[in-house]
């Protein structure tokens, strides 16, 4: 079965920052994975998606995600942290295993300092 | 903007009724998903709706039901509601599968007294 893990419930950076958000994920078939984030009070959106056609993978807002078949992670990074960057962070996969439902990760919290 | 809607925004109601969550799809978008967050229990899809038709389950309890209706807006009903049910409901949409994009609305944020 696929699964997803998110390391760290809780991430905090310095503003400017390198921001490294880690997903490892499980499938025995070649998957579609996501990152999204979801702001305090509001819904999920979609910041990155792999599809097979690139493995670094630009997203919005200056975050990109490096898909990693040898290590199966897709770890999401932003090279100088803002502090609208506060959010969660969820990673999900998808595939012909769970019949191309989302599987989610617990989500990634991360914090901002000054 | 994800043009995914859903109404109404917040609901406060008491334990053992009944509500209604709407949810309007993205023009062109066939599917319909609807989550429910908690703060104990994460995000968890409840239920999937392609067409019309029930595509997939996931941890939806017997006391709620979906339906997607032929102009593809969909309808999440929660009965004899309990204090655990107080949550984040999350519609998503996508078109055709497989690998479709999910995209969220606001979600609508349901508290039990």
């Known amino acids: 079965a696929q699964s997803v893990t998110q390391l760290g419930s809780h991430v905090s950076v310095s503003e400017g920052a390198l921001v490294l958000l880690r997903c490892n994920y499980s499938s025995s078939v070649p998957p579609y994975l996501f990152w999204y984030v979801q702001y305090p009070n509001q819904g999920l959106q979609l910041l990155l998606k792999y599809t097979s056609a690139a493995t670094l993978v630009k997203g919005i807002n200056g975050f990109e995600a490096e898909f990693k078949k040898s290590e199966t992670s897709f770890h999401l990074t932003k090279p100088s942290a803002h502090m609208s960057d506060a959010a969660e962070y969820f990673c999900a996969v998808s595939s012909m295993d769970s019949n191309y439902q989302l599987i989610w990760g617990a989500g990634t919290k991360l914090i901002i300092k000054p | 903007d994800s043009g995914v809607t859903q109404t109404p925004k917040h609901l406060i109601t008491a334990t053992g009724q009944r509500v209604t969550l709407r949810c309007s799809p993205r023009?062109?978008?066939?599917?319909v998903y609807w989550y429910q967050q908690s703060l104990d229990q994460g995000l968890q899809f409840l239920i999937q709706y392609y067409n019309g038709e029930e595509r997939a389950k996931g941890n939806i309890l017997e006391r709620f039901s979906a339906q997607q209706f032929p102009d593809l807006h969909s309808e999440l009903n929660l009965s004899s509601l309990e204090l655990g049910d107080s949550a984040l409901y999350f519609c998503a949409s996508s078109s055709s599968p497989p690998g479709g994009t999910q995209y969220f609305g606001p979600g609508t944020r349901l508290l039990v007294l």
């Open positions: 023009s062109g978008d066939l599917s």
